[in-house]
DNA sequence: ATAGTTTGCGTGTTTTTTACACTAACTATC
DNA sequence: GATAGTTAGTGTAAAAAACACGCAAACTAT
């Protein structure tokens, strides 16, 4: 059997792009690097994979490390690998991405950054590293995801009224629907619990409150559901 | 700037999915192996990553040096990366996957294989690695892309029936299609292109041949068109 | 009590999907 | 060269889904 050291190993870094939605617009946490190369710039949260470690317990570290944030769930965007993409040498990026909601979260600025911050997608910096074309495939990824799979409930209070589900939705899409279709749409599929509560307080008629029905999704998918806004 | 030597490198391999349909069934490109690990066990085609080479460049050349195949177009799929899926060591493979025409190619066992050969996704042998996960994951890929984009005319003549189109979908998805609603489907959609040729000498009605047309799928897409099935 | 605002529900219209029938065109055979 | 057998291509009606709105109900502020 023949040893692995017989061929040229690159260095492989585990990169998160973490979508935050406030209510208003979908924005990305991004790190201001403290070291070469590209100190000063911003790039998404990442770091170089141990080789004890799964590809998914080297995101949940790193994370933790660099921002705090703990126990997301991540899912696999696209592994990076243009020979030139790290001036240091060849270092490939296996990337991950996931939805939070930033009001839910505390941020901790790990002490290899200058800075830790939320940017609108619409307003990004200069980003070091290919990390621009990281971030333009993770947004075309979660709009791709978004339409046919439950995502973003991650994103609202355990309780939400349907109005704040179609803004999200309507944030992430970039898209404009219409208020009663939505909202018929959504209540027929199946995946909202009702709680039987509303929300009063604001100057207008109290609208319902729901919760997400994971039983009930898995159910459905099981049975071949798809969803579909 | 610090060195990239500080850190722990993983071995990177190449490993690509090759389907292939033949008119009837679906079916996957698998090596014999000669080497240890698991040596004498079927697996997908692949390789270890140069330093100097793209992801892409490097699976082409794995896929030319082991079978014969070149010039693909490859999909990237998904990096596997679990610490003990290879026992020599530490070792993440990228993976890539598509679709071809076994017959429109012709296979060469490399010298690293005692054989090549292609088998029906639904009688797979006993797989190396964790390449049963690669293939799982591979196929739900393609029956996912399947339906929302015209991939698979890789698969047929440049010239073919709808009929012929609608075995490959059925093959793929594994499901049963009307045929004369198919028929309406994918002439509506403007992306098949009418020689004015038909196919004589079969038993029955000759039926109509068309090409792909990719000039006006490209340009419907880019209005916003998305294929369905 | 009343005005202002947003929610929830209803309804008619259009588009898409589905199910199925029938005729046309080709080959093989007598 | 007529006829049977087979698959191709077209049509059409019903069901379902998507879309575009109207309107009353429920809350707050005044």
Same mark, same amino acid.
């Given at each position: 059997?023949?040893?692995? +050291?017989?061929?040229?190993?690159?260095?492989?870094?585990?990169?998160?792009?973490?979508? /935050?939605?406030?209510?208003?617009?979908? +924005? =990305? #946490?991004?790190?201001?690097?403290?070291?070469?190369?590209?100190?000063?710039?911003?790039?998404?949260?990442?770091?170089?994979?141990?080789?004890?470690?799964?590809?998914?317990? +080297? !995101?949940?570290?790193?994370?933790?490390? %660099?921002?705090?944030?703990?126990?997301?769930?991540?899912?696999?965007? $696209?592994?990076?690998?243009?020979?030139?993409?790290?001036?240091?040498? @060849?270092? #490939? +990026?296996?990337?991950?991405?996931?939805?939070?909601?930033? *009001?839910?979260?505390?941020?901790?600025?790990?002490?290899?950054?200058?800075?830790?911050?939320? $940017?609108? =997608?619409?307003?990004?910096?200069? #980003? /070091?590293?290919?990390?621009?074309? =990281? #971030?333009?495939?993770?947004?075309? @990824?979660?709009?791709?995801?978004?339409?046919?799979?439950?995502?973003?409930?991650?994103?609202?209070?355990?309780?939400?009224?349907?109005? *704040?589900?179609?803004?999200?939705?309507?944030?992430?899409?970039?898209?404009?629907?219409?208020?009663?279709? $939505?909202?018929?749409?959504?209540?027929?599929?199946?995946?909202?619990?009702?709680?039987?509560?509303?929300?009063?307080?604001?100057?207008? @008629? !109290?609208?319902?409150?729901?919760?997400?029905? @994971?039983?009930?999704?898995?159910?459905?998918?099981?049975? /071949?559901?798809? $969803? %579909?806004?």
């Amino acid at each position: 059997m023949q040893s692995l +050291s017989a061929y040229p190993q690159p260095s492989v870094t585990i990169d998160c792009v973490i979508f /935050g939605y406030d209510g208003e617009k979908l +924005s =990305v #946490l991004l790190l201001n690097r403290k070291e070469e190369p590209y100190a000063g710039m911003w790039t998404v949260p990442g770091g170089f994979l141990y080789l004890d470690e799964t590809l998914e317990e +080297s !995101a949940d570290r790193i994370l933790r490390t %660099k921002t705090g944030l703990g126990s997301l769930y991540l899912e696999q965007l $696209f592994t990076f690998g243009r020979p030139d993409r790290d001036p240091r040498g @060849r270092v #490939l +990026s296996v990337t991950y991405y996931t939805l939070i909601n930033p *009001e839910h979260v505390e941020l901790t600025t790990g002490k290899m950054a200058n800075d830790v911050n939320w $940017f609108p =997608v619409s307003q990004l910096p200069a #980003l /070091g590293f290919d990390h621009k074309d =990281v #971030l333009q495939t993770a947004i075309q @990824r979660l709009q791709a995801k978004v339409t046919y799979q439950p995502v973003g409930f991650e994103l609202l209070n355990p309780q939400f009224t349907i109005s *704040e589900l179609q803004d999200l939705y309507e944030c992430i899409l970039n898209v404009r629907l219409d208020r009663r279709n $939505f909202h018929k749409k959504i209540t027929a599929s199946g995946i909202l619990k009702p709680t039987g509560q509303k929300r009063l307080g604001e100057k207008n @008629r !109290a609208p319902e409150l729901f919760e997400f029905d @994971r039983e009930r999704y898995d159910a459905l998918v099981k049975s /071949g559901f798809q $969803f %579909k806004i």
